[in-house]
C-alpha cells in the first residue's frame, strides 16, 4: 500500500505538543517503523503498510494530544512498546505511530501490598531486578525479559514459563490508566479512587478489564494504556546475580533453588505426567522446548548451529523435546519434598529427569536464566535465520488437546514444509509449551524458522493449513477464547467489536479488530452496552 502524505498543519501541532526531535514524518524514519522480522509477520513479508507519521510522547499528558490532533485530522494512532507482533505496525496507511519508548519508568514498587506500577515500556527485566531486591518476583512472559509487561497485561497476552507459579500478564493486571480518543485520562479500578493505590482492577458494577481487553487483548484498540500496576509474588532467595559476557553469562547458583529436563518418550504419556505435576503443585518454571529450540539457544554463529545439526547432539538427548523445571523452596525441606515428588511422578509415567547440571557449564548457566528471567527464548526466536512464525491451531487449551490433537496437526504441517523446502529445518516437534497457574490449561507455539531471502521459501500455506486443521477439529486457534466454530468466533469478534465502538466511536484507534469490523455487519446495535451506563471514569 502506497505511503500517504500526513498534512503539513497536523505534523506541526504534532511538533509543537512534543517537540520537534519527537515528531517526524521523515521517510527513512518511517521505512523503520515499516519493518517487522518476528512473530506472524513471517506469514506476510517483513515490509508492512508505511505509517504518514511517528510520535514520541514522553507522558500521559502528550499521549492526549497526540490522540487529539489525530482525531481532528483525521488520522488513526497506533501506540507501540517492544513491538513483538504485526498488529503492532500500521493497519492502514493513514496512522500516526505513538513510541512508547520514552514512557520506560518502574514508577512504584509497594512492598506492603505486592504490586508495582508500570509505564508501558519499563522492561520486565528491569522490574524483576528491582523486585528481587525487595523480596518479590514477577511474572516474565514468553517474549522474555526485553519485552513489556503492561502491553501483554492490557492489550495482548502474555504467557510463558512462570505462568505456572506466576499467572499471565492479563491476569496480574491491578490498576490501570488509560487515555481515551477524546484525549481524557481514565481510570480503571482503585487508582480512580484518590490515595487507594493501584491494587485493584475492578471497581463496583460489572469488569471493566473484561471490557478492556475481552479474552486475549484488543491490540490497542480501545485507546492507550499509559500506566498500570501488576502482581508481584513472594521470592524467597537472594536476588540473582550473573557477570561475564553474554550469551552465557556466569550465574551464581541460588540456595534452595534446583532445575531439571524431563523427557518422556510419547504424548500420551507427556499429557498424563503434566496434569499430575499440575495438580501438585511442584514446579515455579515449567516450559517445553523441542531439540531445535536448544540448538537455537546454545549457538552463538550460524557455523555452529550447522554443526550441532549435524551432530544431532540435542535430538538424540531430547527427540521428542524437553521440559525445563526449576522448584525454588522456602526452606531445604520444602525443595526436597517438592523434587521427590516431581521424581516420582515422571518415574511413574515413564519419564527421565535429567540434572541440567550434566549437561555442561553453558547449558546450565542457559537455562538457570531462562527459568528466572526467560533470557533465551527470544535468541530461540531469531536463530539462525533472523525470523520466525509458528503454525496454527496454536492456542491457549487444555493439555489433551494441545498434545494429542494440535502436535500431530503441526507435526503434519511441518513435515509437509519440510519436503518442500518452504521453511528451515529446526526439527518436527519443536513445540513451545507452557502451562497456567497449576491447571490443566496451557499455550502452544508450533514455531519454524524462515530466511525471506531465500527464494523457495513460504509459510503461507501452512498457516491455511492449521486454520482449517483447527476449524474442523474444533480447536480453538490464534489464541482464540473458543472452540473455532465459524458463528462462536464472529459472535466474539462482532461483541468485542461492538465494545470497541463504545469506547473509540470516532475510530481514530488503528485497530485489526477494528479493520474485521469494516468487514461485519450489525455494527450499529450496541444496545446492550449502552445499557451498561456511560463507562465510569475520573478525568485528572
Known amino acids: 500500500m502506497p505511503q500517504k502524505p500526513i498534512q503539513k498543519e497536523a505534523l506541526k501541532e504534532l511538533q509543537d505538543a512534543l517537540g520537534e526531535k519527537n515528531a517526524s514524518a521523515d521517510p527513512g524514519l518511517i521505512e523503520v517503523y515499516s519493518y517487522m522480522n518476528s512473530f506472524m509477520s513471517a506469514l506476510f513479508g517483513v515490509w508492512w503498510i508505511s505509517p504518514v507519521a511517528v510520535t514520541l510522547p514522553s507522558s500521559t499528558e502528550e499521549v492526549g494530544k497526540v490522540l487529539q490532533i489525530c482525531k481532528k485530522y483525521g488520522l488513526k494512532a497506533k501506540p507501540q512498546a517492544t513491538t513483538w507482533m504485526f498488529t503492532s505496525l500500521a493497519c492502514t496507511n493513514d496512522v500516526v505511530i505513538l513510541d512508547l519508548r520514552r514512557m520506560n519508568e518502574l514508577v512504584e514498587i509497594n512492598e506492603k501490598d505486592g504490586y508495582v506500577v508500570l509505564d508501558p515500556v519499563c522492561t520486565s527485566g528491569v522490574q524483576q531486578v528491582e523486585v528481587m531486591k525487595k523480596g518479590l518476583n514477577c511474572h516474565v512472559n514468553g517474549a522474555g525479559p526485553n519485552a513489556c509487561i503492561l502491553p501483554s497485561a492490557t492489550s495482548v497476552q502474555g504467557s510463558g514459563g512462570t ?29 480512580g479512587t484518590p490515595n487507594a493505590g493501584w491494587f485493584c482492577g475492578d471497581g463496583p458494577g460489572p469488569s471493566l478489564r473484561g471490557m478492556m481487553r475481552g479474552a486475549i487483548g484488543n491490540l490497542g484498540g480501545n485507546g492507550v494504556f499509559t500506566r498500570c500496576g501488576a502482581k508481584c509474588y513472594p521470592w524467597y532467595n537472594p536476588p540473582m546475580d550473573c557477570h561475564g559476557k553474554p550469551p552465557f553469562f556466569e550465574v551464581t547458583t541460588l540456595p534452595n533453588f534446583e532445575i531439571r529436563n524431563i523427557i518422556w518418550p510419547d504424548w500420551e504419556r507427556e499429557a498424563d505426567a503434566l496434569y499430575r505435576i ?63 515428588t516431581l521424581e516420582h511422578i515422571v518415574e511413574d509415567t515413564g519419564g527421565i529427569v535429567i540434572d541440567i547440571a550434566d ?48 502436535q500431530p496437526v503441526n ?130
Open 411 to 540: 507435526e503434519d504441517i511441518k513435515k509437509r514444509l519440510f519436503a518442500t523446502e518452504a521453511i528451515e529445518f529446526n526439527g518436527v516437534d519443536n513445540t513451545y509449551m507452557s502451562l497456567d497457574e497449576h491447571g490443566h490449561f496451557g499455550h502452544c507455539e508450533s514455531a519454524f524458522q524462515l530466511d525471506f531471502w531465500e527464494p523457495k521459501e513460504e509459510c503461507l500455506s501452512g498457516f491455511v493449513i492449521g486454520v482449517m486443521e483447527g476449524v474442523k477439529n474444533r480447536i480453538p486457534i490464534l489464541y482464540s477464547p473458543m472452540p473455532t466454530n465459524g458463528r462462536e468466533l464472529l459472535d466474539y469478534t462482532k461483541y468485542i467489536g461492538k465494545v470497541q465502538m463504545l469506547i473509540d466511536p470516532s475510530g481514530t484507534m488503528d485497530s485489526m479488530m477494528g479493520s474485521l469490523m469494516t468487514i461485519m455487519k450489525d455494527l450499529d446495535d450496541i444496545d446492550e452496552l449502552q445499557a451498561l451506563g456511560e463507562i465510569p471514569q475520573l478525568v485528572r
Open 278 to 340: 499440575s495438580e501438585a503443585e511442584l514446579t515455579d518454571y515449567f516450559a517445553r522446548l523441542g531439540p531445535g529450540a536448544y540448538e537455537e539457544v546454545m549457538s552463538t554463529t550460524n557455523e555452529e548451529y550447522m554443526c550441532m545439526q549435524d551432530s544431532e547432539l540435542y535430538y538424540n538427548t531430547f527427540p521428542k523435546g524437553a521440559w525445563t523445571a526449576s522448584i525454588a523452596g522456602s526452606c531445604p525441606e520444602e525443595l526436597e519434598a517438592r523434587l521427590k
Open 359 to 406: 549437561l555442561g557449564t553453558e547449558v546450565h548457566s542457559a537455562m538457570y536464566q531462562t527459568t528466572l528471567r526467560g533470557c533465551y527464548i527470544f535468541k530461540a526466536a531469531f536463530m539462525p535465520t533472523g525470523s520466525w512464525g509458528c503454525f496454527t491451531p496454536m492456542s491457549y487449551e487444555t493439555i489433551d488437546n494441545i498434545l494429542k490433537v494440535n
Open 163 to 191: 505462568s505456572q507459579s506466576m499467572s499471565n500478564s492479563e491476569r496480574n493486571c491491578l490498576g490501570v490508566e488509560m487515555v481515551t480518543t477524546e484525549g481524557d485520562i481514565v481510570y480503571f479500578g482503585s487508582p
